[in-house]
């Protein structure tokens, strides 16, 4: 038998893992569609969308159904090549972290001894497509769009990574798997308060989400780096969007609420998988309801709250996280 074979059978058990996970992570981008626009529209004392289906919940069929039946628009000068590949990109580098992040124990694609680092490493890499299509699109906005997200970037990577360096210090693991089970009595988010804090907004940062949403910011850029997508090329852009929430999301479960613990109870697997899901939707409903609530903020501002607020408390956190730990 060829699956006999270990490198088969391994090979084999990682392609299922990964075409699982894609449509676990694409139905919940289309659900997050749908539940977005419900949680701001109550916010706002609206209903949402309720046309589609029974309380619009096939709005987001519709709306591909829209996407691809749009006109696929290049601009006369656009540099064609760079144009149609950003939105590939964008879409397949947001896919990357999500193959070593565990929904329960074994449910995981690749549970690499060096998680975290991984994840890190490509999620840096999200900055290059946007950057491709704001260049690519031969226009102003689009260009600022992109260079905005340069800006974005260097501010808000920096505190992201050293506020999971306490983390990774109690854990003694950059296993995320480990890092779950380090937590199976207490959650790292009551060790480490003021490492939450800093991940929490540099997570939304690095996002995109409002109130950091300078890429786009329609206000003034139209659109940002987006502004000359249409058709399925927008809907990667906005898939590859809503899988960063995702993955976002399942991060700062891992890293500060015990992934699928709940402190002195032992779960099984499916169970575990319904609390880490639980969870994620809980940190995801709070990046909507900051959307709704919370204004733009000012370019001056997004820089100044990294680089003179939350780089000096994610070093603060280290120091006493080390302090904690020597005594």
């Given at each position: 038998m060829i699956l006999d074979n270990p490198l088969v059978l391994a090979l084999v058990k990682g392609i299922v893992g990964v075409i699982i996970l894609i449509s676990f992570i694409s139905l919940n981008v289309l659900f997050l569609t749908w539940y977005e626009r419900k949680v701001i529209a109550r916010i706002?004392?609206?209903?949402?969308?309720?046309?589609?289906?029974?309380?619009?919940?096939?709005?987001?069929?519709?709306?591909?159904?829209?996407?691809?039946?749009?006109?696929?628009?290049?601009?006369?000068?656009?540099?064609?090549?760079?144009?149609?590949?950003a939105p590939a990109t964008a879409f397949a580098v947001a896919l990357l972290p999500t193959m070593a992040i565990p929904f329960a124990s074994g449910l995981i694609v690749s549970d690499l001894n060096i998680g975290i680092l991984y994840i890190i490493a490509v999620s840096s890499?999200?900055?290059?497509?946007?950057?491709?299509?704001?260049?690519?699109?031969?226009?102003?906005?689009?260009?600022?769009?992109?260079?905005?997200?340069?800006?974005?970037?260097?501010?808000?990577?920096?505190?992201?990574?050293?506020?999971?360096?306490?983390?990774?210090?109690?854990?003694?693991?950059?296993?995320?798997?480990?890092?779950i089970n380090a937590q199976t009595n207490i959650w790292y988010v009551f060790l480490q308060p003021l490492g939450f804090v800093v991940f929490f907004i540099a997570m939304i940062a690095e996002t995109s989400r409002i109130p950091f949403d300078l890429p786009e910011s329609e206000s003034e850029l139209v659109a940002g780096f987006h502004t000359e997508y249409s058709g399925m090329k927008f809907a990667m852009f906005l898939f590859a969007e809503y899988i960063h929430m995702v993955v976002a999301s399942a991060l700062l479960v891992i890293l500060f609420f015990g992934g699928w613990n709940i402190p002195f109870i032992t779960l099984p697997v499916i169970a575990q998988a319904v609390v880490f899901i639980g969870k994620m939707y809980v940190v995801m409903t709070v990046m909507i309801w900051i959307r709704g609530t919370l204004p733009r903020i000012t370019i001056v501002q997004m820089t100044s709250i990294g680089w003179k607020v939350l780089i000096p408390l994610a070093l603060l956190n280290i120091m006493i996280t080390g302090i904690f730990m020597s005594l």
């Amino acid at each position: 038998m060829i699956l006999d074979n270990p490198l088969v059978l391994a090979l084999v058990k990682g392609i299922v893992g990964v075409i699982i996970l894609i449509s676990f992570i694409s139905l919940n981008v289309l659900f997050l569609t749908w539940y977005e626009r419900k949680v701001i529209a109550r916010i706002q004392v609206r209903y949402g969308p309720n046309r589609a289906g029974k309380f619009g919940l096939l709005q987001p069929l519709a709306d591909t159904a829209k996407l691809l039946a749009k006109e696929d628009i290049v601009p006369e000068k656009a540099d064609r090549a760079v144009f149609t590949f950003a939105p590939a990109t964008a879409f397949a580098v947001a896919l990357l972290p999500t193959m070593a992040i565990p929904f329960a124990s074994g449910l995981i694609v690749s549970d690499l001894n060096i998680g975290i680092l991984y994840i890190i490493a490509v999620s840096s890499l999200a900055t290059i497509p946007v950057i491709m299509g704001g260049w690519g699109s031969n226009n102003k906005y689009t260009l600022l769009g992109g260079m905005r997200t340069i800006a974005q970037s260097i501010s808000y990577e920096i505190p992201f990574v050293l506020s999971i360096i306490g983390v990774v210090a109690l854990a003694g693991s950059l296993s995320m798997v480990q890092i779950i089970n380090a937590q199976t009595n207490i959650w790292y988010v009551f060790l480490q308060p003021l490492g939450f804090v800093v991940f929490f907004i540099a997570m939304i940062a690095e996002t995109s989400r409002i109130p950091f949403d300078l890429p786009e910011s329609e206000s003034e850029l139209v659109a940002g780096f987006h502004t000359e997508y249409s058709g399925m090329k927008f809907a990667m852009f906005l898939f590859a969007e809503y899988i960063h929430m995702v993955v976002a999301s399942a991060l700062l479960v891992i890293l500060f609420f015990g992934g699928w613990n709940i402190p002195f109870i032992t779960l099984p697997v499916i169970a575990q998988a319904v609390v880490f899901i639980g969870k994620m939707y809980v940190v995801m409903t709070v990046m909507i309801w900051i959307r709704g609530t919370l204004p733009r903020i000012t370019i001056v501002q997004m820089t100044s709250i990294g680089w003179k607020v939350l780089i000096p408390l994610a070093l603060l956190n280290i120091m006493i996280t080390g302090i904690f730990m020597s005594l």
